[in-house]
């Protein structure tokens, strides 16, 4: 008897990844996030079980908590404060933009999405399978197909950052553990979509988020 799909999971994190959901995901670069700086954020973000309330709030808060944990991930990812960005590489970015496009319809249905130098968000519904194993199927095709691009840099003569390239295009290139969130309603699906398509427009990359070449919305989603 087949098992059915598990619903929730957790790693470091707490995944909740119903059937029929839809998502907003970051998966970021191998490295790009120091651990002391993640133990930081961490801290600053966890809360303590009480029983001077009800289960009810302490439940509310966790997910308020939560999702101002992602927000400081997402803040210091923006910042480019620490230097592994190979999906600066327009051939890295290409492929994984390619990689992303290539699922829609296939694995999901494709809301949007965003390269930035050291991380991806995405927008995803209708999956034809379980969240963990579309990016894991997702994560090690273009892992494998950036860490080869990375490899042949190190051979050509005088590259610039050939430390970094070297060490990583000998190593891991995705943190094994990517970011998910549950969109809750329309609102929110609005503003999930507003901050992907803006993250370059923040990051003061470009004006206006059409002219960022490595971001793509489904035209339906932008009449919201």
């Given at each position: ?48 079980n ?5 289960g ?41 933009y390619?990689s992303?496009k290539f ?48 490899r ?16 990583t ?51 339906e989603?932008?009449?919201?």
């Amino acid at each position: 008897m087949k098992k059915p799909t598990p619903t929730e999971y957790r790693r470091n994190l707490p995944h909740i990844q119903p059937q029929g959901g839809m998502f907003f995901i970051t998966f970021r670069l191998y490295g790009s996030i120091p651990i002391s700086v993640l133990e930081k954020i961490s801290e600053a973000y966890e809360i303590e079980n009480t029983t001077d309330i009800s289960g009810k709030v302490i439940k509310n808060l966790k997910t308020i908590q939560q999702e101002n944990y992602f927000i400081a991930i997402d803040e210091y990812l923006d910042s480019n404060a620490n230097d592994t960005y190979h999906l600066a590489k327009p051939e890295i970015a290409q492929l994984v933009y390619d990689s992303i496009k290539f699922r829609d319809n296939r694995d999901y249905k494709l809301v949007c999405f965003s390269i930035m130098s050291n991380h991806v968000h995405m927008l995803i519904y209708k999956l034809v399978k379980p969240l963990d194993r579309v990016m894991k199927e997702l994560k090690s095709y273009t892992g494998k197909e950036a860490l080869k691009l990375l490899r042949k840099e190190i051979v050509a003569p005088a590259t610039f950052e050939k430390s970094s390239v070297a060490s990583t295009a000998n190593s891991k290139f995705w943190q094994k553990e990517s970011f998910d969130r549950i969109v809750r309603n329309k609102m929110d699906l609005a503003n999930k979509i507003a901050y992907t398509i803006n993250n370059p427009v923040k990051a003061g990359l470009v004006k206006n988020w059409k002219d960022w070449k490595w971001t793509y919305c489904r035209p339906e989603f932008l009449e919201m």
